[in-house]
């Protein structure tokens, strides 16, 4: 099933068990989605949806961060309600080890050797973990292992 339509469906869902809070991020998903969609003058895809839903969810953590930091808690927890929602649509994370055997055989297969090359390990990397970790985390263990 479509990324896409499982959203729709999930939209019901909350529709119906009157889930303000779910239904609400949901909505505002389907409208960053169709922004998109606009803006880029493409079709939305799997890969797109879940970029656009990896960018939402990042925007959020940086919220609470700063929320926590200036002692707004109840606008910090309404925020990670909102990122608990947007990640049961993102695919599972990638764990520690598969992100060190993913970096190690993009710079294999890529035949990097410096810095030099990070773009092209990054550029092979980035369909395979788009949604799945943390894209600046994994440029840094990227530089890491370059270096």
Request: hydrophobic share 45%.
């Amino acid at each position: 099933m479509s990324l896409l339509i499982q959203l729709k469906d999930e939209m019901k869902n909350a529709m119906r068990a009157k889930d303000k809070l779910r239904l609400g991020v949901i909505r505002m998903a389907l409208s960053a989605i169709k922004q998109a969609e606009i803006d880029h003058n493409t079709e939305a895809t799997d890969d797109n949806i879940i970029a656009v839903l990896t960018k939402m969810v990042k925007q959020r953590k940086e919220s609470i961060k700063m929320f926590s930091d200036g002692g707004r808690d109840e606008l910090a927890a309404k925020e990670a309600e909102e990122v608990t929602a947007l990640e049961f649509f993102l695919p599972k994370p990638l764990n520690d080890a598969e992100i060190k055997d993913l970096i190690s055989k993009a710079i294999s297969d890529t035949g990097a050797a410096s810095m030099a090359d990070m773009g092209k390990v990054m550029a092979e990397l980035k369909p395979l973990m788009q949604g799945k970790a943390d894209m600046g985390a994994v440029s840094g263990q990227v530089r890491a292992a370059l270096n």
